[in-house]
């Protein structure tokens, strides 16, 4: 069984400025899709960064980039330039790939509540 | 293009009673995914239909179940409610699952709160 592991339930950041999130996780597959979801008061989740396992080179979205260490089985994000905008729960998520690739089934882990103070 | 809706926003209903809760996906979605968010267990996936058909099932009892028809909204019925069914219903949809569904990721809906009391 897959496991997802956010080892930091809260974290603060000055807006401007950089933050990581940490995610490891457990799993014998070779071939999985990972995520960064983030969850704002209005409950909606949101995709914010998705990565391959196959793909060696990090994933980047403006101003959120990823640190994947397969080996490792670790999965950061990074918010370069912190808004007041990017106060949210985040959520890292794993996804493996069946016979026919995904399975649009997503195991969390269980989320950093980022804020962002002015 | 309007997002997934899901209806009703908020429920209250009593221990013993059953549950109906809908989502209607993304236009041209065909994978409907349906998760249980609760502050002690967190997200959990509860069961995936696509093209009517059930394609991924969660560990949860037989009390939930789903269903979708053909025009790929879903429904998800609790039956026999207990507190710990008190939850943030989630609903998701893709376009269809497969290899695609890197480029077709997950769009969720703003959940249903079901609280029981």
């Known amino acids: 069984a897959q496991t997802v592991t956010q080892s930091q339930p809260e974290m603060s950041v000055q807006e401007a400025e950089t933050v990581t999130l940490s995610c490891t996780y457990d799993t014998s597959e070779s071939n999985y899709y990972l995520f960064w979801y983030k969850q704002p008061p209005s409950r909606q989740m949101i995709l914010v960064i998705r990565q391959e396992a196959y793909k060696q080179q990090n994933a980047t979205e403006n101003r959120f980039s990823v640190n994947f260490q397969k080996a490792a089985k670790s999965f950061s994000l990074k918010i370069s330039d912190s808004q007041l905008g990017d106060t949210a729960m985040y959520f890292c998520?794993?996804?493996?790939?069946?016979?026919?690739?995904?399975?649009?089934?997503?195991?969390f882990g269980t989320g950093t509540l980022l804020a962002v103070q002015p | 293009k309007a997002g997934v809706t899901q209806t009703p926003r908020y429920l209250i209903k009593t221990r013993g009673q059953q549950v109906t809760l809908s989502c209607s996906p993304i236009s041209g979605h065909r994978s409907v995914s349906w998760y249980q968010q609760t502050p002690g267990q967190g997200l959990q996936f509860l069961f995936e239909?696509?093209?009517?058909?059930?394609?991924n099932k969660g560990n949860f009892p037989g009390r939930f179940s789903g269903r979708q028809f053909s025009n790929s909204r879903s429904e998800m019925n609790v039956s026999t409610l207990e507190l710990g069914d008190s939850a943030l219903y989630l609903c998701?949809?893709?376009?269809?699952?497969?290899?695609?569904?890197?480029?077709?990721?997950?769009?969720f809906g703003n959940g249903t709160r079901l609280t029981v009391t």
């Open positions: 239909y696509f093209s009517e058909t059930q394609r």
């Open positions: 998701a949809s893709s376009l269809a699952g497969g290899k695609s569904s890197y480029n077709s990721p997950l769009h």
């Open positions: 998520a794993f996804m493996k790939l069946g016979p026919g690739g995904a399975t649009n089934k997503l195991i």
